[in-house]
């Protein structure tokens, strides 16, 4: 079985400070980890992924993520929060030998204050 | 245009109707698959298929159909609607392999009175 937790319903941070959202997960083998936002009234959309390699990936609109293995963890960061990155977001984990189902985490609301 | 489409955009139906809903994608993906977003428990997977004519119930199925009969077009049917069913349905689609995540659809939001 594979599952995510987003342990946050909700994160607030100021306007310049830094941004993490938390997401930790389980799967019975090697995992493919995704970040996507959603913006009011929209779909989902993709900010980044891991799959191999490099521990640390970067995405769009400046956002990066760090592997954890040890730690089960796939943390979201922005070093540098804007008002626009004000969303719903939500990890995903889908194990290696699955057969592409995505399982995802509750979502974590970010509010960034001006 | 390309991408992924879902219709209606918004929907209201009585209960016990049989309403389906849309989803179109026009980049021959293999995966297609159906989500529910309710409020606390994220997204969860109604029903996804795998290619034309192959489908596989995922974690909360009960009440909803679905078809394949083209590989651009996966359609949802709730059959005979309930308000417990009131919810945004996301389709979503990938490429076979999945190194890349899904694509999603704008969504529907579905009203069940």
């Given amino acids: 079985a594979q599952s995510v937790a987003q342990p946050e319903d909700q994160v607030n941070v100021a306007e310049g400070n830094p941004l993490t959202v938390k997401c930790t997960y389980s799967v019975s083998g090697n995992p493919y980890l995704f ?5 009011p009234n929209r779909g989902l959309q993709f900010l980044l992924k891991y799959i191999t390699g490099d521990n640390l990936v970067k995405g769009s ?3 990066e993520a760090e592997f954890n293995k040890s730690q089960t963890s796939f943390h979201l960061k922005k070093p540098s929060a804007l008002v626009s990155d004000s969303a719903l977001y939500f990890c995903a984990v ?3 030998g699955n057969d592409y189902k995505l399982s995802f985490g509750a979502g974590t609301t970010v509010t960034v204050r001006a | 245009d390309a991408g992924i489409t879902q219709s209606p955009r918004y929907k209201i139906t009585e209960t016990g109707r049989q309403v389906t ?7 021959s993906h293999s995966y297609m698959f159906w989500y529910r977003q309710d409020l606390g428990h994220g997204l969860r997977l109604i029903y996804y298929s795998a290619a034309a004519d192959i489908t596989d119930k995922g974690e909360v199925p009960d009440g ?3 078809s394949r009969s083209k590989t651009e077009n996966f359609p949802l049917t709730l059959e005979s609607a309930t308000r417990s069913q ?5 389709c979503a689609s ?3 392999g ?6 999603f659809g704008s969504g529907t939001r579905l009203t069940v009175v």
């Fill in chain 1, 35 to 39: 970040w996507y936002v959603q913006y």
């Fill in chain 1, 61 to 63: 609109y400046g956002f």
């Fill in chain 1, 94 to 96: 889908r194990d290696y």
């Fill in chain 2, 21 to 27: 809903l849309m989803c179109h994608q026009t980049w």
């Fill in chain 2, 64 to 66: 909803y159909v679905v």
């Fill in chain 2, 86 to 90: 009131t919810s945004v349905y996301f």
């Fill in chain 2, 94 to 96: 990938s490429e076979s």
């Fill in chain 2, 98 to 103: 999945g190194r890349h995540g899904y694509t």
